[in-house]
């Protein structure tokens, strides 16, 4: 059974810069790609960044291109999101997803889930 976790969420002034990390374990065949969405409260969950398996294709959100670097460490079925420069309406809980497709999993649809880790920006 595959299942992911989070970690590396917390405190963050605002500009500062926090690395999330996500494990997979169990992994499925069918995860082809993994990546990261955050809700904030009262917000419908949106997408981040996501990254294929084979770390060839990155897919980002426009409102963290430039400042948020998803990247795969094939070698421990990790996936990391480096932000940088954060600003106080990237506070939110940060969930890592996994699915089959880019396409499926972006708009929401994958197909397994973490719990979620809090990043909170003071400003």
């Known amino acids: 059974q595959v299942q992911l976790v989070e970690s590396g969420g917390g405190l963050v002034q605002a500009g500062g810069s926090l690395r999330l990390s996500c494990r997979a374990s169990g992994r499925s065949f069918s995860m082809n790609v993994m990546g990261w969405f955050r809700q904030a409260p009262g917000k419908e969950r949106e997408f981040v960044a996501a990254i294929t398996w084979n770390g060839i294709w990155t897919y980002y959100a426009d409102s963290v291109k430039g400042r948020f670097t998803i990247s795969r460490d094939g070698a421990n079925d990790t996936i990391d999101l480096q932000m940088n420069s954060l600003k106080p309406e990237d506070a939110a809980v940060y969930y890592c997803?996994?699915?089959?497709?880019?396409?499926?999993?972006?708009?929401?649809?994958?197909?397994?889930w973490g719990q979620g880790t809090q990043v909170t920006v003071s400003s």
């Open positions: 997803a996994a699915g089959g497709n880019s396409v499926q999993l972006r708009a929401g649809r994958g197909d397994y």
